[in-house]
T-cell receptor, first 114, second 114 residues
């Protein structure tokens, strides 16, 4: 049973560019959440997708957008990249009807903005 | 809003030493509480969880008890090993059902020397 997978592993972009990160959830999971983890900090919630719609959103600007596909996989898009967007981006999946909120994390995508 | 405050490191211990990582939270209602671990170069893994007051979560020799009266969820291990070297995150989620966003502390880096 494959866990949560993310691609690419690493990415280097320049300021002003746009980036797309991808996530495939754990088998059987229908909900995908995205988190940003800056160096030396805890993960910060960006948003969550369920049934192809954004269900919750954290305190991130509109430059951050996402999408969920019918197969439950998800993309995170960031426009007009800033130096401060450099971070590890983590995807987590879960099942909406699970009794307790256990989320399974992927290995992350390390984004560097130059 | 909901928040988590945890002991910050880094901390270095010798093998077989006792470990305590303090974690306190602020939340309305009855959150679920989690400890996640991040090994070098990897994503987050759930270490243990507790979903109601006085619950004790345990895994791999680690334990934490949900203390509502002190709003705490301290992580303990009686005898650490070199393989326990990692970053530890305390987290909470608001709901006990469904998929709610996780709120993380800043993390504590633990290094265990032989």
């Amino acid at each position: 049973d494959a866990g949560v997978t993310q691609s690419p592993t690493h990415l280097i972009k320049t300021r002003g560019q746009q980036v797309t990160l991808r996530c495939s959830p754990k088998s059987g999971h229908d909900t995908v959440s995205w988190y940003q983890q800056a160096l030396g900090q805890g993960p910060q919630f960006i948003f969550q997708y369920y049934e192809e719609e954004e269900r919750q959103r954290g305190n991130f600007p509109d430059r951050f957008s996402g999408h969920q596909f019918p197969n439950y996989s998800s993309e995170l898009n960031v426009n007009a990249l800033l130096l401060g967007d450099s971070a590890l981006y983590l995807c987590a999946s879960s099942f909406v009807d699970q009794p307790y909120n256990e989320q399974f994390f992927g290995p992350g995508t390390r984004l560097t903005v130059l | 809003g909901n928040s988590v405050t945890q002991m910050e490191g880094p901390v270095t211990l010798s093998e077989e030493a006792f470990l305590t990582i303090n974690c306190t939270y602020t939340a309305t209602g009855y959150p679920s509480l989690f400890w996640y671990v991040q090994y070098p170069g990897e994503g987050l893994q759930l270490l243990l969880k507790a979903t109601k007051a006085d619950d004790k979560g345990s895994n791999k020799g680690f334990e934490a008890t949900y203390r509502k009266e002190t709003t705490s969820f301290h992580l303990e291990k009686g005898s650490v090993q070199v393989s326990d070297s990692a970053v530890y995150f305390c987290a909470l989620s608001r709901a006990q059902g469904g998929s709610e966003k996780l709120v993380f502390g800043k993390g504590m880096k633990l290094t265990v020397n032989p």
